[in-house]
């Protein structure tokens, strides 16, 4: 990914995180409910309490994400390695490409020998 000098910030990030998770709060809404139907077993703080959990737990989730980024941005890029593969179009000039191969194939382009028709079966 290209890495640009924006940074969205801790906030509207962790806003847009709840947005996307919302669903985790249906059982929140559901105490809720259940307190307007049954308000002597569910009790209004039992809801409050899910949804401060919800919002603690996307707050340090958050927190984790933040560190690991900067974590992993202060790491050393890996150093270059030497390309060691003999096709590479870098470090042949095609002369010397073309001496190096050596195709037996008869109906290759690319072949040493001449190509001899003479043997056809058709």
Same mark, same amino acid.
Request: a positive charge; proline letters at 7%.
């Given at each position: 990914?290209?890495?640009?000098?924006?940074?969205?910030?801790?906030?509207?990030?962790?806003?847009?995180?709840?947005?996307?998770?919302?669903?985790?709060?249906?059982?929140?809404?559901?105490?809720?409910?259940?307190?307007?139907?049954? =308000?002597?077993?569910?009790?209004?703080?039992?809801?409050?309490?899910?949804?401060?959990?919800?919002?603690?737990?996307?707050?340090?989730?958050?927190?984790?994400?933040?560190?690991?980024?900067?974590?992993?941005?202060?790491?050393? =890029?890996? =150093?270059?390695?030497?390309?060691?593969?003999?096709?590479?179009?870098?470090?042949?000039? =095609?002369?010397?490409?073309?001496?190096?191969?050596? !195709?037996?194939?008869?109906?290759?382009?690319?072949? !040493?020998?001449?190509? !001899?028709?003479?043997?056809?079966?058709?």
């Amino acid at each position: 990914m290209r890495k640009t000098s924006r940074d969205g910030g801790f906030w509207l990030c962790l806003l847009f995180n709840i947005f996307l998770n919302f669903r985790l709060t249906i059982p929140g809404w559901i105490l809720l409910i259940l307190h307007f139907i049954i =308000p002597e077993y569910i009790k209004w703080w039992y809801c409050l309490v899910y949804f401060g959990a919800f919002l603690l737990y996307m707050l340090i989730w958050m927190l984790i994400l933040r560190a690991l980024g900067r974590w992993v941005s202060t790491a050393k =890029p890996a =150093p270059p390695i030497e390309n060691k593969n003999p096709y590479s179009v870098g470090k042949y000039t =095609p002369l010397q490409y073309q001496s190096r191969v050596q !195709n037996k194939n008869p109906y290759s382009a690319k072949s !040493n020998q001449p190509v !001899n028709h003479t043997d056809d079966n058709i």
